[in-house]
């Protein structure tokens, strides 16, 4: 009785687990199937809820959506696991995963997403695949998918993506990186629209300006953000804007000499490079010494320029990847600075490595300009649209109606072209398979002619055997006539040239694989050498190869010698055993 209560107990017990589990994961089902406009505000939500809970929440919540989806085939709530699970979930976490660990989790859902013909969907994994893309540095990779996310959000509205700004502001800063300057620019203004306070930003697109030459607007953003560090968390006494604070008065000071005002440049770079060792990185230790290495070289003091610029080098390339254009920047100056101490020697060598950087910093810059053109296309074509709407608001009904009208059009036009795709590739399906019908069938036929060329050699072998038994019956007085007989059926040639050829041509469509396999094994083989080998494939006897060939019993066994010889096959090897697996 005891037992059986405890039984009813422990399935009682399992029951409300089970319930449990179901009551902890059915807030995200609800609202990941959610598919109007709201869906992804509604997953958002969601993550930054779980952003907050420890790790053992978070993988129980995972654990228990598999065992969903395990017994519920969804593909909507398939994709949304799988960009709230590993690895995307720990690079929201700022974990960074593994090199490229969650390539294939990504690329898997972008195959589902796109099962699933929903634009917003599809946009939200293109934003995740890009993400990851940025954290193993695959650059070209992460335009061109932040390029698709971009366009999808676009069209269906900003409003819908409240992320959307952080897809601007990654390819403002992957753009930085591909040289796209202008086009980086426009992206990081696009932020400060909406994030008028984002340090990364403005120092982004402060930087921009001051690789266009445009130092003015380089230093009023710079200036800016120096106002609102010390405005914002009481000036130096946040760390982070203590580090921030250093970095923009080392722009400003750099900007100033790019203008040529030394003297208000130098007392801001040397606290850059100094405070950057105290608080900030060697990265901005690095910059602070090249900038300040071009004020020196531009007042002709090469011996403090060289010392700078050193510094310069020697982090370039020290990273675990080398610094490719802070490296060929840092040698040319080294060169130059050498030249101007008349130090011919080291001048030169210095000179060899600018080239040696500057050809590797050229060829990255080749292989990014693919991906870097296309995100400059598709900037360029949404913002002549967006200027197109604004310029012809009392147009917006006709043009709506031209787009709607154009995708349709282009719809019908990709559909046929895609049927008349699958109509060529299926033709054309066809007519291999055909081919492969008829080469079967040639095929068999010249197996059944070798067939019966073998069978009439074994005939007529056995009919010449019959004639040398009855001639060895004959009487004495025939002596004379039995051998004429018989020598004439020893010379008698069953293969003449054109018997050879109309064999060949048989024996190739039978087994086609035969001759080119013999050919890599002898170098120009010769006819009577093709020949026997061919007669020793289809398994004849000495004699019977004889006959064939109209030759002796010793020749051919002289011929398999030479044969043997040509093959390079060792005295223990056999001949025939050999020749009939050359086609295994």
């Not at 070209?140 to 601007?168: C, H, N, V």
């Not at 040529?260 to 990265?283: C, H, N, T, W």
């Not at 390079?568 to 295994?584: C, G």
Request: proline share 2%.
């Amino acid at each position: 009785m005891k037992s059986f209560l405890f039984l009813i107990a422990l399935l009682l017990l399992n029951c409300a687990d089970v319930c449990a589990q179901d009551a902890d994961i059915t807030p995200l089902i609800k609202a990941w199937e959610i598919s109007d406009t709201s869906q992804t505000r509604k997953y958002l939500e969601t993550v930054h809820h779980y952003l907050k809970q420890p790790d053992s929440v978070r993988r129980k919540v995972i654990q228990e959506m598999h065992a969903y989806l395990d017994k519920h085939v969804n593909t909507r709530l398939q994709v949304r696991l799988m960009l709230f699970e590993e690895p995307w979930w720990v690079v929201c976490a700022n974990h960074v995963p593994g090199a490229e660990a969650g390539i294939p989790l990504i690329t898997k859902a972008v195959q589902l997403a796109s099962q699933e013909n929903d634009d917003q969907l599809l946009s939200e994994v293109y934003a995740a695949y890009a993400e990851h893309c940025t954290r193993i540095a695959w650059i070209e990779d992460y335009l061109f998918y932040s390029i698709k996310a971009i366009e999808l959000q676009q069209r269906l509205g900003a409003e819908y993506f409240p992320d959307i700004s952080t897809r601007w502001f990654d390819m403002c800063k992957a753009l930085y990186i591909t040289k796209e300057f202008r086009l980086s620019l426009q992206y990081g203004l696009k932020v400060l629209s909406v994030k008028r306070k984002d340090v990364f930003t403005m120092d982004l697109v402060g930087a921009c300006y001051k690789k266009l030459g445009l130092y003015d607007s380089s230093l009023h953003y710079y200036k800016k953000l120096a106002e609102m560090l010390q405005a914002d968390g009481g000036g130096t006494s946040d760390p982070f804007n203590k580090k921030w604070l250093i970095i923009a008065n080392g722009d400003i000071g750099e900007n100033l000499a790019l203008q040529k005002k030394y003297d208000q440049a130098l007392p801001m770079l040397r606290e850059y490079a100094i405070k950057s060792g105290q608080v900030v990185d060697a990265f901005n230790v690095a910059l602070a010494n090249n900038a300040l290495a071009n004020l020196y070289f531009a007042r002709h003091q090469f011996t403090l320029a060289l010392d700078c610029w050193k510094i310069t080098y020697a982090w370039a390339i020290s990273q675990e990847i080398i610094n490719m254009e802070y490296a060929a920047n840092a040698a040319e100056g080294i060169a130059a600075a050498y030249s101007g101490l008349g130090r011919i020697d080291s001048a030169f060598l210095y000179s060899t490595l600018f080239h040696k950087h500057s050809d590797s910093l050229n060829a990255f810059t080749n292989r990014s300009n693919l991906r870097a053109t296309k995100a400059k296309i598709a900037f360029e074509e949404m913002q002549t649209a967006l200027q197109s709407a604004r310029a012809a608001i009392r147009h917006q009904r006709l043009i709506r109606n031209f787009i709607v009208g154009g995708i349709i059009l282009l719809t019908i036009i990709a559909l046929l072209l895609y049927n008349r795709k699958l109509w060529l590739q299926k033709y054309k399906t066809a007519i291999l398979e055909r081919k492969r019908q008829i080469a079967e069938i040639e095929s068999k036929k010249a197996k059944e002619q070798i067939a019966l060329f073998t069978q009439q050699i074994i005939d007529k072998n056995n009919l010449i055997n019959r004639l040398k038994e009855d001639l060895t019956l004959q009487a004495e007085v025939a002596v004379a006539e039995k051998k004429t007989a018989f020598e004439s059926l020893l010379q008698y040639t069953l293969l003449t040239d054109g018997e050879w050829e109309k064999f060949r041509l048989e024996f190739f469509r039978a087994y086609p694989e035969f001759f080119p396999a013999f050919k890599k094994l002898v170098s120009h083989p010769t006819p009577a050498e093709e020949r026997l080998a061919t007669l020793i494939y289809l398994d004849l006897s000495n004699q019977q190869i004889a006959n064939t060939l109209g030759i002796s019993k010793d020749s051919v066994t002289r011929g398999k010698r030479r044969l043997k010889q040509r093959l390079n096959l060792q005295a223990d090897e056999v001949l025939e055993a050999y020749i009939r697996n050359l086609t295994d």
